[in-house]
């Protein structure tokens, strides 16, 4: 019974919800983290936030291992990271949404970006996943999914 949290101050928690403790805190100095999500295996998860970085741990040894990078031709969020989803069948699979008016599509295992979606203007916790389909929210007067 263990959540995983964050705060707008960089803060993330594991908290034992049944003895109402925090077991671990790292931070992530000059970062608000707004969205975080483990990979379908438990072995591993992600955060992402103001400073774009999409930055992932060993749930293990609770410390980073590493910053998602660019791939070819596709690259970074260049504004705040609001959404994340991670692949429920695929574990290695990322889903991001940013403020850029992009969902960027990322290969854990490679560290990198693979695919975008543009035009989408994603202002908050909007990604879904179900087999082959994903589902965005987005801010429109219309066509909002």
Same mark, same amino acid.
């Given at each position: ?6 705060? =707008? ?9 049944? *003895? ?54 596709? *690259? ?38 693979? =695919? ?30």
């Amino acid at each position: 019974h263990v959540l995983l949290a964050s705060d =707008n101050e960089g803060g993330l928690y594991h908290i034992d919800t049944m *003895g109402k403790k925090i077991l671990h805190t790292i931070e992530e100095k000059d970062n608000q983290i707004l969205c975080l999500d483990y990979l379908m295996d438990g072995s591993k998860f992600i955060t992402a936030g103001r400073d774009t970085k999409i930055r992932v741990y060993d749930e293990v040894k609770k410390s980073n291992m590493e910053v998602l990078m660019e791939g070819p031709e596709i *690259g970074v969020h260049k504004n705040r990271v609001l959404s994340m989803k991670a692949s429920p069948t695929e574990n290695n699979l990322l889903l991001t949404g940013s403020w850029d008016q992009t969902v960027k599509v990322w290969d854990v295992r490679a560290g990198i970006s693979v =695919n975008s979606i543009y035009g989408l203007k994603v202002y908050g916790d909007c990604l879904d996943i179900k087999g082959n389909d994903v589902l965005c929210g987005t801010f429109e007067e219309e066509d909002q999914l």
